[in-house]
């Protein structure tokens, strides 16, 4: 199926649109108050706005509690939350069942057993997006930038639809397709200039070499 590529942890209307213009299908604003790309839902409401019809907006939230998954599912009304924290998939599956929204869950991929045990999420989430382990005892479960060892990926029999995450950037990405046969990409610090900062032309770099590789 064609690439789809989601840039996340979007801050300003200038990133969505370079995003946009570059080919992405997916804008992903993060909301997550201990995380760099935190923005509050007054703040995303107005990033949503500026999100194309044609672009899919997706809301990354970490453990989040009931009244902060309904304020987001009514005030933002995202194509898709994504889970990044350590929700069962009990949780995804009452989401999902309540607000009618798409829901992916991001995993740390650390072996082809930890692939094995993500078969919990099949049928609940809509899509598992496999991540680089966090360090022990670190606050943030993604966007540092880091990747795992992408050869616990190939040929894996895959049953959800599945995204590669985690150390990514516009020089190996191309590589990343490759070796892993992703024809989904999450990238996030791997298109910035600093921790939080979206750059332009790194992300116009990505999708290019995405797109082309």
């Not at 990354?60 to 998939?89: W, Y």
């Not at 200039?193 to 082309?212: H, M, Y």
């Amino acid at each position: 199926m064609p690439m789809q590529i989601k840039i996340c942890g979007v801050s300003t209307p200038e990133a969505i649109a370079a995003a946009a213009e570059a080919g992405a299908t997916h804008i992903g604003l993060v909301h997550f108050a201990k995380s760099p790309r935190h923005v509050d839902l007054e703040r995303a409401a107005a990033l949503r706005r500026a999100v194309p019809e044609s672009v899919k907006m997706v809301v990354l939230v970490v453990n989040p509690g009931g009244l902060t998954l309904a304020n987001i599912a009514e005030t933002l009304r995202p194509d898709v939350i994504q889970f990044h924290g350590s929700e069962p998939p009990e949780a995804l599956f009452a989401v999902k069942k309540r607000f009618g929204i798409e829901v992916w869950k991001a995993l740390p991929a650390h072996s082809r057993a930890s692939l094995d045990e993500s078969a919990i999420y099949d049928g609940l989430a809509d899509r598992l997006l496999f991540d680089a382990p966090a360090p022990e005892g670190s606050a943030l479960p993604g966007g540092r930038g880091e990747a795992f060892d992408w050869a616990i990926l190939k040929d894996y029999p895959h049953r959800s639809p599945w995204a590669l995450a985690g150390g990514l950037t516009p020089g190996n990405v191309a590589l990343a397709i490759r070796a892993t046969g992703a024809d989904f990409l999450d990238v996030s610090s791997g298109v910035e200039s600093a921790p939080g900062v979206k750059d332009v032309d790194k992300i116009a770099a990505f999708c290019k070499a995405a797109l082309n590789a």
